[in-house]
């Protein structure tokens, strides 16, 4: 196995995708802030308060996450040079997995909880599509 072809793109990709994911967050936070005293520390204290969050704000949320995963896959297919999408499918399955501890780890409505844990591996194979290498053919 090579570093530079799978191990690397594989780590800097999620690396960058749970960066930019928590960058989303930050910025939805902005716009739709936790109810006063709400202490996001406090797993309880998090609960409510995200109770009291609009849909848009959840909706944003996943519009986040399907673009942070995009972005990774697209990311960590380029490290790859273009050539597997191995790293893209392991990026996916990782935030995937980032996604499912956080709808466990915290209560969510159900609907986005459902499409959250669908969304991260589409859109990264999807960023591997993007930036590919296009094998051509040398067939007429």
């Given at each position: ?10 780590v ?11 960058l ?7 716009l ?63 935030l ?11 209560p ?22 993007v930036?590919?290498r ?7």
């Open positions: 196995m090579q570093f530079t072809k799978y191990v690397l793109p594989v800097v990709g999620a690396m960058s995708g749970m960066i930019l994911i928590t989303g967050e930050m910025w939805i936070e902005t739709y802030p936790l109810a006063p005293g709400t202490d996001k520390y406090d797993v309880d204290s998090l609960a409510k308060g995200m109770k009291t969050m609009p849909d848009k704000a959840f909706v944003l949320l996943i519009v986040n996450y399907m673009v942070c995963s995009f972005l990774a896959g697209l990311v960590s297919t380029l490290i790859a040079n273009r050539s597997s999408s191995r790293p893209a499918f392991v990026i996916g399955i990782v995937t997995l980032a996604g499912l501890y956080n709808v466990l780890y915290l969510h409505p159900l609907w986005f909880s459902i499409v959250n844990l669908l969304v991260y591996l589409p859109f990264a194979w999807l960023g591997y599509l930036v590919r296009k094998t051509v053919s040398t067939e007429q």
